[in-house]
């Protein structure tokens, strides 16, 4: 694979986002959260090992409501708290 190929050209979305290429690295569930949903510092690890690597990264599933939690270690995103950026 060339890296003139089409896969290493940008793509836009129809939102108006552009994706850097058009690799996708899949969703993995990593059972990786805190125990109460937050990030735990190795999935910031999981993520920063394949950064740069694809124009979209697609999350494993995070639960919007404390209805949507199907598994210990998964992460939330209905507690503002669990979401905000860190250092
Ligand atoms: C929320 C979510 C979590 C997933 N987690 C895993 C996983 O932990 N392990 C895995 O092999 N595939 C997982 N998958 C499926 C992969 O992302 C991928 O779709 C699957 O391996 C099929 O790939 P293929 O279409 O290239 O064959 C998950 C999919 C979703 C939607």
Redesign the pocket.
């Known amino acids: 694979m060339t890296s003139n190929s089409i896969l290493f050209q940008p793509f836009d979305l129809p939102n108006g986002a552009q994706l850097s290429n058009r690799l996708a690295i899949?969703?993995?569930?990593?059972f990786s959260s805190h125990s109460n949903g937050t990030v735990s510092d190795q999935e910031i690890a999981y993520y920063k090992r394949r950064a740069g690597l694809a124009g979209l990264f697609?999350?494993?599933?995070i639960a919007i409501s404390p209805t949507g939690l199907a598994f210990d270690h998964q992460f939330i995103a209905y507690d503002p708290a669990a979401i905000l950026p860190r250092d």
Request: a neutral charge.
């Open positions: 899949a969703p993995m569930t990593t697609i999350s494993a599933c």
